[in-house]
């Protein structure tokens, strides 16, 4: 009997990102690029949990583990079962990956077991923590080694990866997350910088979402609440072989105009464009929608955004 996963999926938050079994989700997040949390569940028991944080200089990866299971011992309750770890276990061998000071360990409290390693990256300087959990007893460290070899925690080319729940996304690195819904009808990602700002959205089963409406009745129905403030042009038009509503717009009030030409005086960027692409993917039965605002200097970003984005396979 093999554990090991046939079909895969990306996760990725905050600059990190981990391929795992198909059926696995994010079960927690916490903290931002600085310094930050994941927790993937399998479909029984959380299965991974990476911890990640940026400081300048070398980290001492020795005392990064010895703390990391110091607090995983000061959690247990006192009933709880002994937790047993073992450190240098060699899980890796010598795959490091560009991993500058690593070390792997190993803990049981009887009932679980983790495998898992810490490293600081010698091209970011991130510190992560991944450990892999499994059922006492069962074969764990083949995939713990093939999740923790899929790891990889820094953005690539100044794009950030960001995918869960089958959503896989890109977003340059310059826009911090300002928000996320994660709900099973909708997904919801908002990045900001300053004040521009990307909203990567994707709906669940778009035929129960559409209605009996045509979409571009629903797109307006859709982004009225969000498109306040803007005048705006629709278009219908295909994007990846799919219905598609494109929208453009500028500022309606004269306030956003006068801001924008201040702040271009300064030469600072002003999100004075607003353009929205939405569509309807059919073979996956889901609706997406990318909403940028952004300044005059950045309008090719919002075509970028939708042709990075994973839209079916
Ligand atoms: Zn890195
Ligand atoms: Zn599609």
Redesign the pocket.
Known sequence: MTDKPTKTTVIGWQ?CTITVPEDWTIGAIGGDHTEGYLRIDGPDMPRVEVKFFERKGPVSIEEVVGSYLREMQKKRRRRDPEVKTKRDTRLLGRRRG?RAQLETFHWTDGERQAHGAAWQ??????T?IVQVLGPEGKPLEDLARELILSV???PQDGWVTWATYGLQCEVPEEFRLDGQKLMAGLLDLSFKLETESISIMRWGMADVALGDKDLKTWAQKELAGRLKGWDCTYEELEFNGHPAIAVSGEPSGMQARVRRFVLHCMRKPYGSNVRVLLWHCQPDKKLFCVQCIVDDSRLELPAEVCRRLVCHT
């Open positions: 600059g560009g990256c010698a091209h970011c300087e991130r992560a990889s925690d820094h």
